[in-house]
């Protein structure tokens, strides 16, 4: 016997984030089930949980609405800098314009009354560079996490988060990378694209 299905999304952005398996008897559609890593909450206009019934959803904790909210400005100006998030905090990084790249390195904890804390600087101004976060990664003796930064020439450096941590250089990639993008996966960071060299005449195709 077929079924049909109705798949759900509040936004133009998001149009399946709920599934349903539909009943011809029903009065009235239903939204369904949020699908894997995704849930629904119904939240007022003041971000406040809402009684059922009413005009507000909230998808994975992300208010889906027109505004943003102002949070406390880092404690550099920064551009071209890189940015992750490792173990619950935000992590901004480097950035400026080639050769006065910035080699400072701060944290956030999130909230609209946290604060920006400065950390350890990386050993070398980096700019257009990747930035990865690695949690339980097994480099690592019981898990824990690291932040590997890559580029924009072909070094590479590490950071494990905690008293007067500091940067440690790591085996150098096989290409020097600017303006290239970072990805963690099952432990391991990858560093692909980007350009050679500051003119970036040539797009790179290659993955390390």
Known sequence: MAAAAGFAGPTEATICASLCVCDTNWARPLIGDPIANVNFQLLDAEQKPAPVGAPALDLAGAP?????????SMTTPRSSHAAAVLLGRVYVAGGGTYPNALASVEAFDGGAHGAWETVASMTTGRSSFALVALEGSPLLHGGGGMLVAAGPDNSAEVFTPARDATWAPIASMTTARQNCAGAALHGKAYV????K????DNALASVE
């Open 64 to 72: 889906l609405s027109l505004a943003w909210t102002p949070y406390p």
């Open 192 to 195: 692909s694209g980007g350009c």
């Open 197 to 200: 060299d500051y003119s970036c």
